[in-house]
């Protein structure tokens, strides 16, 4: 019988956290200690000449099947297999949302003997980072209203109709989308249509992940846009002056979190954007710790290519300045059969013909990374129900292409089954011949942006705009924040805005529907299709099957 994913997590002997930071050089003292497995890594760590000499990976992934592709377990797969073959390793990535937990994708502390642990700490509130992100988005939120009935000099002005910004909340919970808040008469405050956002769509988390210190995460805050008063200016937390306390709320949410692998390695776990609606990767900062620390940093970046890969790229690394020196492009048989055409239901059949046909997404990615310039290693990350044909025939296909292709079994065997895929790596990080090359210039304007990424990544012909998006073009240009990269909101189902689209699309419009601001973040999101930012729960939600004995031992978790 297949052990789960937390009687796997829950069967492992985990060493002290002490002992995982002594593999990074580190001593108790530099360490803030929650119990004996987490702890809390301080900002003085990075080491920026040390980031130059070490080696970054980033992992990404094809356009994915509902369920995901694995792109966490390959990374943790992948940094066992580095450490195995004599490489100093540490895997850097991004923390579960409570709403995917108990919705339906799951945790997102990797999987079979590839996880970080303690998988449930880890999956359910972790150190408290994300009630802090949730606790300074709402403090502001609660700031505006009651500027909003202040008396005298103190009132600002605005207009409620204009202000943009929601409160948060870390779960699915689709009835909170659209309110109305404020009712009860002149005590309640001003009656106003709101709603609320999941915490991971907070521009409080992209700020976070994008910081680089307390400076530079008080200065971010202090610059995002609210709304605009009666006569039209526009009002930013600095005109509040929330910035501080915002800040305060989030003194140890900035600094990163030090857990370690099934085989004892250490992993760094920060933040948690969504890839869709945001940058989509863990933090500045905890990459920059991990790299540091080691020779090799393996992260990865959410949904497929076109999202989190692009976005690591354009936005975090156009920030930080950080490049990696190689891509692993995970893919799966059955992702691929999808694209092909090949029912949910039936991907679990051998089927060569859909395979072959699905090949197109697994080669519009290819194409996509290769012109950012970096060599592409492909993980096929295998399931129990693949063949051997399937499997050789992506193989095959992928050197075709003029990359490498090596199974990830990391699931079933850890670092044993990717050791081969890290030496792949390693092979592929010696042929890196200087930084990435980005999609656009940040200087062009929105629309020479927007459309780069539309033909250039998506494979587009053209990009539309709604009048609404159009009237607020012109108010990003007002405002002058077009100079900022750009951060597409985009369905993760398809290369395309219409997640109905499979495979590899063509001869279809991008159409952007309206505009948000990130202006503390540093990005422009233009918001295409059906985009949530708050999540509802599928009919049979995972939380009916999460449990816990009068042990306190928690099942159901995956």
């Known amino acids: 019988m297949v052990k789960s994913d937390i009687e796997i997590a829950q069967a492992a002997t985990m060493e002290h956290v002490k002992n995982i930071a002594s593999k990074l050089a580190l001593n108790e003292d530099d360490l803030e200690l929650y119990g004996k497995y987490k702890a809390k890594l301080p900002l003085t760590l990075i080491d920026e000449k040390k980031i130059d000499q070490s080696n970054l990976v980033l992992v990404t992934a094809i356009t994915p099947t509902p369920s995901g592709e694995g792109k966490t377990t390959v990374s943790i797969g992948l940094t066992e297999g580095m450490n195995k073959i004599g490489k100093k390793t540490t895997v850097v990535l991004r923390e579960p949302s409570l709403g995917p937990v108990f919705g339906i994708k799951g945790g997102a502390a990797g999987g079979g003997y590839s996880q970080v642990i303690p998988m449930e700490d880890i999956n359910l ?19 505006v209203d009651n500027n909003v009935q202040a008396k005298g000099d103190k009132n600002l002005g605005i207009d409620p109709r204009t202000v943009t910004w929601k409160r948060v909340m870390d779960m699915n919970d689709r009835s909170l989308r659209n309110i109305i808040s404020g009712l009860g008469g002149k005590a309640g405050g001003m009656p106003t249509q709101t709603g609320f956002n999941i915490t991971a769509a907070s521009e409080i988390m992209a700020i976070l992940c994008l910081s680089e210190d307390f400076a530079d995460l008080k200065n971010k805050i202090a610059r995002i846009y609210i709304g605009d008063t009666y006569t039209g200016k526009a009002i930013y937390a600095r005109d509040l002056n929330a910035q501080g306390a915002m800040a305060a709320l989030l003194k140890d949410a900035i600094k990163p979190n030090l857990v370690q692998t099934l ?45 989190g890969a692009e976005k690591f790229l354009d936005i975090k690394c156009g920030y930080s300045g950080l490049s990696p020196k190689a891509v692993v492009l995970v893919a799966t048989v059955r992702a691929l059969k999808y694209h092909g055409g090949v029912s949910l239901k039936e991907l679990t059949n051998e089927n060569l013909d859909a395979l072959k046909k699905g090949m197109v997404n697994l080669d519009k990615h290819i194409e996509n990374m290769q012109g950012f310039g970096l060599p592409v290693v492909v993980a096929i990350n295998k399931f129990i129900t693949d063949t051997d044909a399937e499997v050789e025939m992506i193989k095959s296909h992928v050197e075709g292409l003029g990359e490498r292709a090596e199974i990830s079994e990391g699931w079933e065997k850890g670092g044993e089954g990717t ?51 159009k009237r607020q073009l012109r108010r990003i240009n007002e405002l002058g924040m077009d100079k900022l990269p750009i951060c597409m909101a985009k369905t993760q189902k398809s290369l395309s805005d219409n997640d109905k689209l499979i495979g590899r699309p063509t001869g279809f419009t991008i159409n952007v529907r309206e505009f948000e601001f990130a202006a503390g973040a540093g990005f422009i999101i233009p918001v295409t299709g059906a985009m949530l930012r708050m999540p509802g729960l599928p009919p049979t939600p995972a939380a009916e099957g999460i449990d816990i004995d009068d042990d306190g031992v928690i099942s159901g978790l995956s």
């Open 125 to 143: 509130h972790f150190t408290g980072d994300f009630s802090a992100i949730e606790k300074a988005n709402n403090l502001l939120s609660a700031l």
């Open 263 to 307: 085989e004892g390695n250490p992993a760094i776990i920060h933040g948690g954007p969504f890839a869709n609606i945001a940058q989509g990767t863990n933090s500045v900062i905890a990459t920059k710790t991990g790299l540091s620390l080691s020779d090799y940093v393996v992260t990865e970046a959410g949904f497929g290519a076109d999202l």
């Open 419 to 469: 050791m081969k895929l890290a030496e792949a790596v390693v092979e592929a990080i010696g042929k890196c011949e200087g930084n990435y090359k980005p999609t656009y210039d940040w200087d062009s304007s929105i629309e020479d942006k927007i459309t780069a990424l539309a033909t250039k990544i998506y494979g587009a012909d053209d990009v539309e705009y709604s009048l609404k998006a």
